[in-house]
């Protein structure tokens, strides 16, 4: 695990990762990174419009870093473009980047991976918050993975450890799919 769009990854190292990822193409790659605005100066020579087996994502954890991060990100061609939105610290607006655009029928966004913070001193994710993500997702025919609740249950009565059981989240939240 890495950000392999960070701008102090060794050029050598990037080379030896692409060939992999190149002669890998019956394995899904999710590159995932803070650095969206690095991705089109670091790609392949041959990326084109992106190759099918390859999902490059962006964190997302505050309104701030989706305003920020995810124009660097839908700008970039990909099979498959994801949000990590975790920890979810806040309300988070992604709807204007889930819609459908004329010359990509998946849309910009396809899918989005949610959960709370972890650790010691970690902030709460309030249930709404989750509720407003899953609603904007849905409306948009994209694709939502709840992974955990965060290991700050204050809001989340019968939760324990990083909340990463979904038996103990309210029916609604519990929602785990992929894109296709």
Same mark, same amino acid.
């Given at each position: 695990? +890495? %950000? ?11 080379? %030896? ?8 193409? +019956? ?40 305003? *920020? ?11 498959? *473009? ?11 607006? @992604? +709807? ?17 991976? @949610? ?6 001193? +970690? ?7 989750? *509720?407003?993500?899953? %609603?904007? @997702? ?33 029916? %609604?939240? *519990? @929602? ?5």
């Amino acid at each position: 695990m +890495a %950000d392999v769009f960070d701008n102090k990854v060794p050029t050598s190292w990037s080379v %030896d990762l692409w060939s992999l990822i190149r002669s890998t193409p +019956a394995l899904d790659w999710f590159l995932l990174t803070k650095r969206p605005q690095n991705i089109s100066k670091m790609l392949p020579t041959d990326w084109g419009e992106g190759w099918p087996h390859v999902w490059l994502g962006t964190t997302t954890e505050n309104q701030e870093e989706a305003n *920020r991060r995810i124009p660097h990100l839908v700008a970039i061609p990909a099979a498959v *473009r994801f949000l990590s939105v975790e920890p979810m610290v806040e309300p988070v607006d @992604v +709807a204007p980047w889930l819609g459908p655009r004329s010359h990509d029928r998946r849309g910009p966004i396809s899918w989005i991976i @949610v959960g709370g913070e972890s650790g010691g001193g +970690a902030r709460p994710m309030h249930p709404d918050w989750l *509720r407003g993500l899953r %609603d904007q @997702v849905h409306a948009a025919g994209a694709k939502l993975f709840v992974k955990q609740i965060g290991t700050n249950h204050a809001l989340w009565p019968g939760v324990t450890g990083k909340g990463e059981d979904p038996v103990q989240w309210p029916a %609604d939240l *519990r @929602v785990q799919d992929f894109p296709q």
